[in-house]
């Protein structure tokens, strides 16, 4: 099956700064890619995702890159602030099948 | 998110004992999904259903076993509890693949 691996586990930046999270995976059949957000004690929602007929998309202070070439993806979030804390998934599917998830990025956002 | 829920949110159960964790869904997707966390390892994916008489296993699905009484409806048993099943549990929903996927509040259960 697919193998998405995410980095960095943890993330500290100052207020204002921008923070990136990167994430591969395995399967170059993948073609969907969305990121959850989760902050402490509730259920992660999605906040972005790109498919892969596209190699950016933005919404705001966040946006996401794909490339399928080096099969990688990252999320890019501007402008921090201290509401951008939590933990953010990236995953990678294949049409038809299961999501695979990374492990996860703590992100903690310094006033 | 309202439109999918959990029962119970919370459960703690001893080594041996059969336990249900159920989840009802008002969306109307025909797919449905069940997750544990555990820190450090993310989401895994341990049964998912595409349709009511559609049911698949996912990358960990040993130990657990689900039932889809009706699109609405999809609960995941284990039948004979053990301590490292102690995790948080999510449901979760979609239209279509691939498509967002909504998830339910989370069931926390401890297995001593």
């Known amino acids: 099956g697919e193998n998405v691996e995410q980095h960095p586990s943890t993330l500290s930046v100052q207020e204002g700064d921008s923070a990136v999270i990167k994430c591969t995976y395995s399967d170059s059949a993948s073609n969907y890619f969305p990121w959850y957000k989760q902050e402490l004690g509730k259920r992660p929602q999605l906040i972005i995702d790109i498919r892969s007929n596209v190699g950016e998309k933005k919404d705001q202070r966040i946006a996401v890159t794909l490339n399928k070439t080096a099969k990688h993806f990252s999320l890019h979030i501007t402008e921090t602030q201290p509401e951008d804390s939590a933990v953010y998934f990236c995953a990678a599917v294949i049409t038809g099948n299961q999501f695979y998830f990374g492990t996860g990025t703590s992100l903690t956002v310094i006033p | 998110d309202a439109d999918v829920t959990q029962t119970p949110r919370n459960r703690i159960t001893k080594t041996g004992k059969r336990i249900m964790l159920e989840c009802s869904q008002t969306?109307?997707?025909?797919?449905m999904y069940w997750y544990r966390q555990d820190p450090g390892l993310g989401l895994r994916l341990i049964y998912y259903?595409?349709?009511?008489?559609?049911?698949n296993k996912g990358e960990i699905s040993d130990g657990y076993s689900v039932s889809r009484q009706a699109q609405a409806k999809f609960s995941l048993s284990l039948e004979s509890a053990i301590p490292n099943q102690t995790a948080l549990y999510f449901c979760?929903?979609?239209?279509?693949?691939?498509?967002?996927?909504?998830f339910g509040p989370g069931t926390r259960l401890t297995v001593t």
């Open positions: 969306k109307g997707h025909d797919r």
């Open positions: 259903s595409f349709d009511v008489k559609d049911i």
């Open positions: 979760a929903t979609s239209d279509g693949t691939p498509a967002e996927q909504y």
